[in-house]
């Protein structure tokens, strides 16, 4: 009946068609789309809480989770930022904070801003952490509750060597809380195994949903020293969450259902291809593609070698080319890419894996980033 209302948003929003290859929100799954065109019903409902309870085992199954528990949370993933630190760190107490990028900068900026102390283990753009930087930080700071991590830094595209910092981490016996919001999906996590305390990430990247969703793995330990603390507020009171998990399998706020729905169909396809392995194997061969094509184009990657993100990509500008020119332009042709960010921004564009890309999106791109190079490179002599 009002169809054309619908067509008139429609072009307002999305005037063209646009090939996605962003650090978020990414092109959704097209079953995701199908599916999440189901009618509402009740979150209080039988239907919803089948539809939450078999969500939740199936994510706790495909992050090796099964000792913890998997929370799906209302919320931008930086919520669980602030939620791990209210939670697991009591007032005024310190927390060891890993940067190598901006998004170790928020971690930082959340643990200062609820109260608690940042000591800071900060390195060059572009460098993980190595496991015995992060156990000299911890003999000298003993008195540290927990060490954040980032796994994946989208800004410089490095893969921080989880495995082998959690390690670490425990040896120390501290908690261990990890941002994996661009990385879970594309890289393995293994919560059990490795002693992950918090492990949370975004709906809206590797597991090609819309944005709203956050997925939350919550060690037994961290529930403990919650009840220790007071005032941990109430929307990101995990005590609480964890209570409306098991008592209802729902929270107390109104998820977000559709997006819920989605996450179930894509726990289903990772299924239907083969398990996890297949999964993070299908981002792993797509990763390499992109790197593959950006050096036969002559470019750099920003990245030390051997920490490459397998979610998305940072590359260096040719000298007298501004990133940000190299966007605008990409965008001109109908591709979506990244500007660079923070630090170096000008110095760099990013090239997302994230979500539904075809290997002709990434042909395509990589024919037509080859002609936005000439063309800026002409423009400047």
Known sequence: ???????????????????????????????????????????????????????????????????????????AGSGLMEASIRNGVTLNGKVLVTIIGDFGERYREVVEANGRQAVVLKKKLGEPVYPEELDDALKKNPDVEAVTI?????????????????KVVKEHDKLLFVDAVSAMGAADIRVDEWGIDIVFASSQKAFGLPPGLTIASVSDSVFEKAKKIPERGWYFDLILLKHYLEKEWSTPMTPPISIIIGLNVVMRIIERMGGKEAWLKMYSDRAEKIRKGVLELGLELFAKPGYYSPTITVVKTPQGINGIDVYNAMRKRGFEIAKGYGEVKNITFRIGHMGYITDEDINELFNNLREVLIELSSKKQ
């Open 150 to 166: 980032t796994y994946n830094e989208t800004s410089t595209g490095v893969l921080n060597p989880l495995r082998e910092l959690a």
């Open 1 to 75: 009946m009002y169809r054309d209302i619908v067509q008139e948003v429609e072009k307002k929003i999305w005037p063209r068609k646009l090939r996605l290859f962003t650090a978020g929100p990414v092109a959704c799954f097209p079953e995701v789309l199908e599916a999440m065109k189901f009618q509402m019903f009740s979150h209080r409902s039988e239907e919803y809480r089948e539809l939450h309870r078999d969500t939740t085992l199936r994510l706790k199954e495909f992050l090796d989770s099964r000792k913890a528990t998997v929370l799906l949370i209302p919320s």
